[in-house]
């Protein structure tokens, strides 16, 4: 993950990027090296938190079948891998995860992060598997029932909440809806839905408040329908309002909603018309980094907008490359060339 920093008022110095890599493919990477993350991440929180930001470290339970030869919960069919199937955690496995993912949390908490948001019962990955029936044939504690398919995220929350306070500001990126007809088969309209109904993302928002969550950053989609997941300028701008609202009824914890938030009027109406709580912004910020400070400053028509072509950002993260932005500035910002703010 990359950051930039905006020290305009210091000559020399417009932009410094800090990086911080939040996982590996099997999950979090602060666990490898706990000391270099934490020299890291201090300095990257301290610095936020002087200009009034509060960072929360998002930490994985891992991808599981969303890419080969990973452990998922029940043998699945590897997505883009025709043939191949994912191995079984045994429960000793999952145990160790969940560990694995509390561990993290405190050394993230000792680095100055303000919350932990888990990644994710969302885009199919490793905990999302396991709140999925149609991914978790297992019959153990941890499949079955949405309760057992949830036991896995409610023992990360039990765990983070005993290691790091009550008090500590715990997330969940959560999928309301799958959008799937079936492995690799989307659902454009959302009929015939194979994986999880919006009825039951509602489900499971309210038991995630019921264990403890203190809020929700809901979207939607699988790798499956990644058209959900990381919507192209085909989807209509605040696509995901309307659902969001509908987790909002159900629960009394803040909803967050992102996913084409990248119209200021259309963001700032969800929160005004008391459909969300808060507005995250993906590529949105990518593209401008300066988009909150130009709504918080009124001057919303120098935003410099996403235009959801998936080039820059997610293509180059599929390649294996560091994810930028197509919009030219932001490309000069990342090469450490000239660059003139809007
Ligand atoms: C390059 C890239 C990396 C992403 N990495 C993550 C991630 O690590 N965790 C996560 O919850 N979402 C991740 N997302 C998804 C975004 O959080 C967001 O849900 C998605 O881009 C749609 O919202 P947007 O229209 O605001 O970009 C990523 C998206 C992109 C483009
Ligand atoms: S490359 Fe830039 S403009 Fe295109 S989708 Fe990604 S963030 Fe948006």
Known sequence: MLYFFNFSNQPGNKFKELRVYPYTDVGPFILQNPDAFKFTSTELNERANAYGTKIFAQITMGLGRNYPNLPAPSLVHVYRHSGEVSPELTRDQIKSKIESVVKASKIAKDS???????????????????????????????????????????????????????????????GLKTFVKDFEKASLTGENEAGRTLEEGIAI??????????????????????????????????????????????????????????????????????????????????????????????????????IACNQ???????????????????????????????
């Not at 259309?266 to 949105?284: F, H, Q, S, T, W």
Request: glycine fraction near 10%; proline fraction near 5%.
């Open 205 to 306: 928002a309210r038991l995630l408040e019921s264990y403890g969550y203190d809020c929700l950053n809901v979207d939607t989609g699988l790798y499956d329908s990644f058209y959900y997941a990381c919507p192209p300028m085909y989807m209509p701008k605040g696509y995901m309002v309307d659902l969001a609202e509908k987790a909002k009824a159900a629960v009394k914890i803040p909803i967050m909603a992102g996913g084409r938030m990248n119209d200021a009027d259309i963001a700032e109406a969800a929160i005004r018309d008391g459909k969300i709580d808060a507005v995250v912004l993906g590529r949105a910020a990518l593209a401008d980094p300066e988009y909150p400070n130009k709504v918080l400053t009124g001057h919303t028509e120098r935003i410099r907008p996403c």
């Open 112 to 174: 100055g992060f303000s919350g932990i948001e888990v990644h994710s019962i969302h885009w199919g990955y490793l905990l999302d598997q396991f709140a999925l029936s149609m991914m978790n044939h297992r019959t153990d504690e941890y499949g079955g029932s949405l309760e057992n398919r949830l036991r896995a995220a409610k023992e990360i929350l039990v765990g983070i909440k005993q290691e790091c306070g009550s008090d500590f500001p715990v997330s969940m990126r959560l």
């Open 312 to 342: 820059g950002c997610i293509t180059r993260l599929q390649q294996g490359k560091q994810p930028t932005c197509g919009s030219i500035q932001q490309r000069c910002v990342k090469f450490g060339m000239s660059c003139t703010p809007l």
